[in-house]
């Protein structure tokens, strides 16, 4: 276990050295995992969001011809696949790794290691999808990667294999990440947190990890059935072969409704945070946010072939996917009236990320509308596959799970990084990511109703449009700039703005009662829980703000050690794949190569003496 | 209950005044609108369509309203005292669980009527055509006339249309929004989607599923013309193929028996000769430059992708039936204006137009391109 304080561990003495690139890349700290995210994260964003721009330049007006249609075609494929994997799901992780242990009153995750290695996966599996520009096989068959068009016969490059190995690559990242922070919700919360009082934000995000590990496998078991029809000449979707189209997309749906949910919930978390904290007022209702949340990922397995209807699966099925699907509207209305009840009567303080968690509400309330209306097949068999469509998930997962994380990143900044974010930058940022969100989507829904589809590198004059496009392309500029000036915002702030003290904004959960940023070991002491909001609970009972925590020196906690074969490990998977893709033309040495990485790296991973010898000090510390 | 359906009511002005906004300049703005339906099954799904519309609408109003107000009504000074610390109340809970369950069942009633109809099989005296979806253009077939076309759907006024579907390659999306919404096609699979027309005009349709490089250049158009002339029109296509000469004298009814008898399918395997004799005998022009372009279309090799006839047509051959080519309104799948510059610039350049597409640039001079042109005109 990671955060054992025994008798051993008084005789440890201090922890390691922990300053350099070196450092960086043995670290198991969960807090420095939760940075390298963010890097990722941030780097992927933007490349994401430069695909977004070009793709707005080449719809700004008919006929147009920025790009050509294979680039369209790569843009949006890799701007979906980014913006989900490489985007939002570890945008996700930052706050998993940074936030839930220090919420939980833990010094660490359950499996440092397995942490590192979870984000190594991560950053490589980006790098290595995104290396298929340089050599002109960007992925091209869209996020979804339909079959049958993703067969050899009709995607001859290697354009679909750098999307379905990279994924396949970022799966095993996502499952690592889940089993940890499972186990570690379950295991290591402090004295007294109950599953009930636990903060809300650990809760979705428990419930995320859930999802994680129960649709991850559907989406690798289809990719490996479609690595097998590619490399091995099998037929699982190839219909001239018996195989069926349709299996990908249940296949795909299964993994990729519950996805959708895996890609909110942390955001509700987020904002079910916030909202309490800003309007000093505790959470409205927090068993029904608990369990409308159990309620949304339970319902989120069986509501899949929603995203099929204009297939004809007949009556019975459509009837019963809508239904299910309608379902989900009550638990998500119950969260949006509790948040509602949250700040009503409270007393607002309009900070930043208050600013964002109420854009959240606002967005996200359309989003669901939207959805409604395409849960009904008849109006959906209109809808589906049109710029419709595109606006409700943007509606969703920009106007929600962006705004969240957004909303969470001004919100733990302090914490992290140990600088308040500027006010006025802030302000500005919101309200230009508001109109400028407002100003790209909503004309998508028109847009959409009047006839335009999805996935389209142009459209003729004629149609009427064109100058709804245009307002989008403005509004995505707008939204561009919103982020530049966050960018701003932190450079600014990361110079000039003095220390964040431990607790900026009256926060109400334990991570608030540490230093900012915390220091390696988070808590000198575990501490005892009695309530749902332990931090106001203990201001209220001594009458008042508390002192501000002093640093402490770490002496007589034991951290676990750091490791670099956690990089060695998630090192071989990159070259396992980039193997079996060259393994036509060098033969298999590549997948060889790569078998053999992994082998070495989980030997000495698991063969790695599970204690540390500190020089100096006599005696070994358990970790 | 009682309180909603009231504000429904008192709301209700609020739908069609959006509708009427949205719908006032669709039809000729807006060509391919969903809005604005034309037809019975476009019909169905927009009536179900409004209906989610005006919950929604109603639904947006009080929820946005209240989330407003709360932030306008509760907005605190940093000096304020705390407020009461409220923890939830169950009665109002439980009300914001039944209602939307309430609002959703409003919703659902009307959505699964609609799946019901929607899903019904269309009565014995429909008209069946069986689509078929290429990278990147429609191959479309009357099996009751044993006629062949591509890119431009004949239908008639009034009539119910039964569309039996499939792909010849990958899945594609066929969406007629005015008449139809769309329904997916696949290899090896039939699907289907049924209409009725109800106004004569042209109309457009594209297809909606992501389907290689040329996705955004695969639409349709759909020609609803009054049941008569429509007859005319499969009459007309019947006889193009043969002698010129003959075309005046048969009777349409003759046309029908004929079609039932050549239900046989003809051997794919052979498509070349018969298009090769039909474009000689197609054409009995004295035009020196009609007469070239027929020679140009089997010398470049068009004749191995493209048939000239519409009845009886070959199957499975990879570019669209051209039988009437010369009378479509848009040519390259609903891509370009089907005038003489745009044709003639198709030929020559189809890998500019349409990038991917399967038709290689074959090398055609300006001047071949002009006699093809010539040529193709006189297949109407």
């Known amino acids: ?67 050509t249609p294979e680039v369209f075609n790569e843009l949006f494929t890799m701007h979906g696949t980014t913006m989900i994997f490489l985007a939002v799901m570890p945008m996700s992780q930052i706050f998993f790794n940074y936030i839930i242990p220090l919420m939980i009153g833990a010094r660490d995750v359950a499996f440092p290691r397995l942490n590192a290695f979870g984000v190594w996966v991560f950053l490589l599996g980006g790098l290595f999808l995104n290396a298929s520009f340089l050599f002109g096989a960007a992925p091209d068959a869209g996020w979804f990667g339909y079959a049958n068009l993703t067969s050899k016969q009709f995607s001859p490059g290697m354009h679909v294999d750098f999307w ?71 037929h699982f979707f190839v219909p001239t072969g018996g195989g069926d189209p349709i299996l990908w997309q249940h296949l795909f749906w299964i993994f990729g409704h519950p996805e959708v949910y895996i890609l909110i919930l942390p955001a509700f978390g987020i904002i079910s945070e916030v909202l309490p904290v800003f309007s000093r007022k505790p959470l409205f209702g927090y068993a029904a946010m608990v369990f409308s949340g159990v309620f949304i990922a339970f319902l989120g397995f069986g509501v899949w072939s929603h995203h099929m209807f204009s297939t004809g699966m007949g009556p019975i099925a459509d009837t019963f996917f809508s239904l299910a699907t309608m379902l989900i509207a009550i638990p998500t209305g119950v969260k949006i009236f509790n948040w509602i009840g949250t700040i009503w009567g409270g007393s607002l303080q309009l900070k930043t990320p208050m600013l964002f968690a109420l854009g959240f509400i606002a967005m996200f309330i359309m989003g669901g509308l939207s959805g409604v209306m395409h849960a009904s097949p008849p109006a959906d068999l209109q809808q589906t596959d049109t710029y419709f469509v595109v606006a409700h998930f943007h509606y969703v997962l920009f106007g929600g799970s962006i705004f969240g994380l957004v909303a969470g990143a001004y919100y733990w900044w302090p914490k992290m990084f140990g600088k308040v974010l500027d006010e006025r930058l802030g302000k500005i940022h919101f309200w230009l990511q508001l109109i400028g969100f407002n ?50 915002n932190i450079w600014k702030t990361w110079r000039t703005a003095p220390p964040a003290p431990a607790d900026p904004w009256n926060g109400a959960t334990l991570e608030w009662s540490i230093p900012s940023p915390p220091q390696e070991w988070n808590f000198p002491e575990i501490p005892t829980v009695t309530g749902r909001d332990p931090l106001w609970e203990a201001k209220r009972q001594r009458g008042g703000p508390l002192p501000e925590p002093q640093r402490v020196s770490g002496q007589g906690i034991h951290m676990p050690a750091p490791s670099y074969w956690p990089l060695v490990t998630a090192f071989s998977l990159p070259l396992l794949f980039t193997g079996l893709m060259l393994a036509s033309k060098i033969g298999p040495w590549g997948i060889f190569i790569g078998v053999a990485t992994l082998f070495f790296g989980i030997y000495n991973w698991l063969f790695e003496p599970s204690y540390t010898s500190i020089p100096g000090v006599k005696g070994k510390g358990r970790h | 209950m009682l309180l909603g359906s009231r504000l429904i009511r008192r709301l209700s002005w609020l739908a069609p005044l959006v509708a009427l906004v949205v719908i006032a300049a669709c039809a000729r703005d807006f060509p391919q609108t969903t809005l604005a339906p034309k037809g019975d099954l476009a019909r169905i799904e927009d009536g179900v369509f409004f209906e989610t519309v005006k919950w929604a609408t109603l639904v947006f109003v009080l929820v946005e309203g209240a989330l407003l107000y709360a932030v306008f009504r509760f907005r605190g000074k940093p000096g304020d005292p705390e407020p009461d610390q409220i923890h939830g109340n169950t009665v109002v809970e439980v009300i914001w669980t039944v209602i939307p369950a309430l609002i959703l069942a409003m919703i659902a009633v009307p959505t699964v009527k609609a799946i019901f109809k929607e899903n019904e099989t269309p009565k014995g005296d429909a008209l069946t055509i069986e689509v078929v979806g290429h990278q990147w253009w429609w191959e479309f077939r009357y099996p009751e006339f044993n006629l062949t076309t591509a890119n431009e759907l004949h239908v008639p006024v009034g009539h119910t249309i039964s569309l039996k579907m499939g792909a010849y390659d990958v899945v594609h999306s066929f969406w007629l929004p005015q008449f139809a919404g769309k329904r997916d096609v696949f290899p090896n699979r039939e699907t289907r989607l049924w209409f009725t027309a109800e106004e004569a005009g042209e109309y457009s349709g ?175």
Not at chain 1, 196 to 213: A, E, G, H, Y
Request: net charge positive.
């Open chain 2, 206 to 380: 594209q297809c909606a599923e992501f389907c290689g490089i040329q996705h955004g250049r695969m639409a349709f158009r759909v020609v609803a013309q009054p049941p008569a002339e429509f007859d005319q029109w499969v009459g007309h296509m019947k006889l193009i193929t043969m002698q010129p000469t003959a075309t005046s004298a048969v009777p349409r009814d003759s046309v029908h028996t004929s079609s039932a008898g050549a239900a046989v399918q003809q051997p794919a395997a052979a498509p070349a000769p018969q298009n090769a004799d039909s474009a000689k005998a197609s054409t009995g022009s004295e035009d020196p430059l009609v007469a070239q372009g027929q020679k140009l279309f089997l010398m470049k090799g068009c004749v191995g992708c493209h048939s000239l006839v519409a009845y009886n047509a070959p199957k499975g051959l990879l570019g669209p039936n051209l039988a009437n080519v010369g009378a479509r309104s848009y040519i390259a799948a609903g891509t370009l204006k089907n005038t003489d510059e745009n044709l003639t610039h198709w030929i020559r350049f189809p890998q500019d137009v349409k990038h991917g597409v399967l038709m290689p640039n074959l090398g055609v001079t300006q001047d071949e391109a002009k006699a093809l042109v010539a040529f193709l005109r006189t297949h109407r």
């Open chain 1, 164 to 234: 379905m190995l990279g994924l396949q690559i970022l799966g095993v990242s996502s499952l690592a990440a889940a089993v940890n922070f499972f186990v570690t919700i379950i295991n290591l919360r402090a004295p007294g947190m109950r599953l009930m009082r636990m903060p809300m934000f650990v809760w979705m995000s428990f419930i995320t990890m859930i999802l994680l590990l129960l649709a991850f496998p559907v989406i690798t078991v289809a990719l490996i059935l479609l690595m097998f029809d590619r490399f091995f000449g099998t």
């Open chain 1, 439 to 488: 100003l790209t989507f909503f004309p998508m829904h028109f847009v959409g109703l009047h006839g335009m589809p999805r996935r389209v590198y142009t459209y003729p004059k004629g149609l009427g449009f064109d100058s709804m496009n245009q307002w989008e392309t403005v509004g995505a500029f707008i939204l561009a700039g919103g982020f530049a000036v966050m960018l701003y």
């Open chain 1, 1 to 67: 276990m990671a955060t054992v304080v025994g008798k051993e561990a008084l005789v440890a003495g201090i922890p390691a050295e922990k300053t350099g690139l070196w450092s960086w890349i043995t670290t198991v700290d969960h807090k420095r995992v939760a940075v390298l995210y963010l890097i990722g994260s941030m780097f992927f964003f933007f490349l994401g969001g430069i695909e977004a721009l070009l793709i707005r330049i080449q719809l700004v007006r008919p006929d147009n011809n920025f790009v």
